[in-house]
C-alpha cells in the first residue's frame, strides 16, 4: 500500500479512537481491570506517549475495561519495580513499542501474538510507519499510537478472526473514517465489548482454578 494512499489496510491493525469521556461512575462497579506493560523500546517521547495512554484508555473505559497502563522506560532504563514483566493472559498484557517495520511489510503499524487456542498476551507496535503514516494529517501522533494499541489488545482480547466490519476492529480506514476517528466517535462494537468481558471473566476463573488446584492440601 503506498503511504499517499487514503486507504489503510493492516494484517492485524484497524485504526479507531474513542471518546475521551470516561465511563459513568454508576458502571464502575462492573468494570474489568486489565493491566498492560509498555516497553518504550522506540523511546517514543514524553508527550506523545501519555497522549497515547489517554487515547487508549478512553477506549477502554467506553467498554468497562479500566486499563492500568504501566510505563516499563525505555532500554537501559527499565522500571523493573513496577512488575512489567509479571505479564499473564488475560488480566496483564505486554505492549512493545518498537523502531523499524514488521517482517514482510512497511505498511503494518501493529501485531498482536495468538497461539493456536486464539490466546496471547504480547503486542508490537511498530513507530517507524506510523510516524510517517498519511493518517498523520487527520490524527495527532499519540492519538494514532493510542488507537494502534487498543485496536492491537482488542485483538488479544478477543482472540482469533477479530477484525469487524465496522468500529474499532475494522481492519481498513479511508479518509472519512479517519475524520470521524478524530472526534473520537469510534469504538468497540457492544458485541465485541461483551465478548471481550465474558472472555476476560472466562479465562480469568481458569487460571485461578489451576493455581488452587496446583496448591497443597491445606495451604
Given at each position: 500500500?503506498s ?5 489503510l489496510?493492516?494484517?492485524f491493525l ?8 470516561p465511563?459513568?461512575?454508576?458502571a464502575?462497579?462492573d468494570?474489568?481491570?486489565l ?6 523500546d522506540a523511546r517514543?517521547?514524553?508527550?506523545v506517549?501519555?497522549a ?6 478512553a ?7 479500566s ?12 522500571h ?9 493472559f ?8 518498537a ?5 514482510g511489510?512497511?505498511d ?19 513507530l517507524?510507519?506510523l ?5 498523520l ?7 494514532l499510537?493510542g ?6 489488545l482488542?485483538h488479544l482480547?478477543?482472540g ?11 481492519a ?22 461483551e ?7 472466562s ?17
Amino acid at each position: 500500500m503506498s503511504r499517499r494512499s487514503w486507504v489503510l489496510t493492516i494484517a492485524f491493525l484497524g485504526l479507531a479512537c474513542a471518546r475521551g469521556t470516561p465511563a459513568r461512575e454508576d458502571a464502575q462497579a462492573d468494570t474489568v481491570r486489565l493491566k498492560v506493560s509498555v516497553f518504550n523500546d522506540a523511546r517514543v517521547p514524553q508527550p506523545v506517549l501519555r497522549a497515547a495512554e489517554l487515547r487508549a484508555r478512553a477506549v477502554f473505559a467506553e467498554a468497562k475495561l479500566s486499563l492500568v497502563w504501566l510505563d516499563c522506560g525505555t532500554p537501559g532504563h527499565w522500571h523493573t519495580e513496577l512488575g512489567c514483566q509479571d505479564v499473564a493472559f488475560p488480566s496483564h498484557l505486554s505492549v512493545r513499542l518498537a523502531t523499524g517495520v514488521p517482517a514482510g511489510s512497511g505498511d503494518i503499524f501493529g501485531q498482536s501474538f495468538l497461539d493456536e487456542r486464539g490466546e496471547g498476551s504480547y503486542v508490537n507496535v511498530y513507530l517507524t510507519p506510523l510516524a510517517s503514516a498519511k493518517a498523520l494529517e487527520i490524527l495527532r501522533e499519540g492519538d494514532l499510537l493510542g488507537c494502534v494499541i487498543a485496536h492491537e489488545l482488542g485483538h488479544l482480547l478477543l482472540g482469533k478472526s477479530s477484525h469487524s466490519e465496522e468500529g474499532l476492529m475494522r481492519a481498513r480506514w479511508e479518509a472519512r473514517e479517519l475524520r470521524e476517528a478524530a472526534k473520537g466517535n469510534l469504538l468497540f462494537s457492544k458485541s465485541e465489548t461483551e465478548r471481550m468481558r465474558v472472555r476476560y471473566r472466562s479465562a480469568t476463573a481458569l487460571a485461578q482454578g489451576d493455581v488452587a488446584r496446583l496448591r497443597p492440601a491445606g495451604s
